[in-house]
């Protein structure tokens, strides 16, 4: 693997080598072992063109335990506010001998056009493109699915909210059936569902009741206010009314189902505080995973270069 862009068509052994790797790396990550050498002389470039509070930080830490030399460009200073253009950003980067991109953009495919231009010793990681891609959520998402549940094959996984706009929805929908989940429901309301999910395999409902009944997980996402016009805006309230998650609507799922959510979370709009802090959630356990995940990632895509 010389570059992560997408969790769509990597082989289901590959998927599982991530995880496994990243299991490796758990006692890592919880600092029972300080570093790993093994990026050790290797310079990490995370670049986040939109925002980030957990995959920027989570990368940071996990290229730092894996002895990376991590450099955080802060895009918002950066010579792109004078016009510079993204490739030529990456050529001047490139000239002080970055190893590894970790990129987050707004536009779905920046990774790709990055990872098409750098050296063949430069690897790219895709943090997030546009509606398109979340590979390492996908993949933390995975990671925190086997640790509580352990298979994937008699598994029910609902993912609920606004999946029109979710790059998290898409890769763990190809990550969720590449690993063989036995149903993936999404749900949401009609104007929030993308018209191609029944041909990705996935059971579509439109009532929150019917979509998390029986469920072993359900994965709430925000309203991407973002990358919404006008039109499809809802009111957070009618949103909270027929989608949020409250501890009622809850009990239609498994008494043992996880509550998942990628954050950020917006309490009252997609899920109540109650559900977030109460005993089903493992919102957090999935942000300290996504440490282990991340350095799995980058020790594989840049751990064997000589
Ligand atoms: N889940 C996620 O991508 O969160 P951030 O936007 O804070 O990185």
């Given at each position: 693997l010389v570059h992560l862009l997408s969790i769509e068509g990597l082989p289901r052994d590959i998927v599982t080598h991530i995880l496994d790797t990243a299991a490796s790396f758990v006692s890592v990550s919880d600092r029972e072992v300080k570093k790993v050498p093994l990026l050790r002389g290797k310079s990490v470039f995370n670049l986040f063109f939109e925002n980030s509070t957990r995959t920027r930080t989570t990368f940071e830490i996990a290229a730092t335990r894996l002895s990376a030399d991590v450099i955080n460009l802060d895009i918002a200073r950066s010579s792109a506010s004078k016009g510079e253009s993204l490739l030529d950003t990456i050529a001047n980067l490139s000239a002080m001998a970055a190893d590894l991109f970790v990129v987050r953009h707004s536009e779905s495919g920046a990774p790709y056009l990055i990872a098409q231009h750098v050296a063949p010793h430069v690897h790219v990681i895709n943090a997030g493109d546009g509606r398109h891609a979340h590979p390492t959520q996908g993949l933390l998402d995975m990671y925190t699915i086997r640790h509580y549940k352990k298979d994937f094959s008699n598994l029910t996984v609902a993912i609920v909210g606004?999946?029109?706009?979710?790059r998290v929805a898409r890769s763990d929908i190809h990550a969720l059936t590449t690993l063989g989940c036995a149903e993936v429901r999404v749900v949401g309301p009609k104007t929030l569902v993308p018209g191609d999910m029944a041909q990705m395999g996935v059971r579509v409902c439109h009532s929150l009741e019917e979509g998390i009944r029986d469920c072993d997980v359900v994965i709430m996402l925000r309203l991407q206010n973002e990358r919404m016009s006008g039109a499809l805006l809802p009111s957070s309230q009618e949103f909270f009314k027929s989608f949020g998650l409250t501890p009622e609507k809850l009990q239609l799922a498994k008494p043992d189902a996880i509550v998942m959510h990628p954050g950020p979370i917006n309490r009252g709009v997609e899920i109540d505080s109650a559900v977030v802090d109460g005993k089903q959630s493992v919102i957090l356990p999935q942000v300290t995973f996504g440490i282990a995940v991340r350095m799995a990632v980058m020790s594989i895509v840049a751990g064997n270069d000589a």
């Open positions: 606004d999946v029109l706009h979710s």
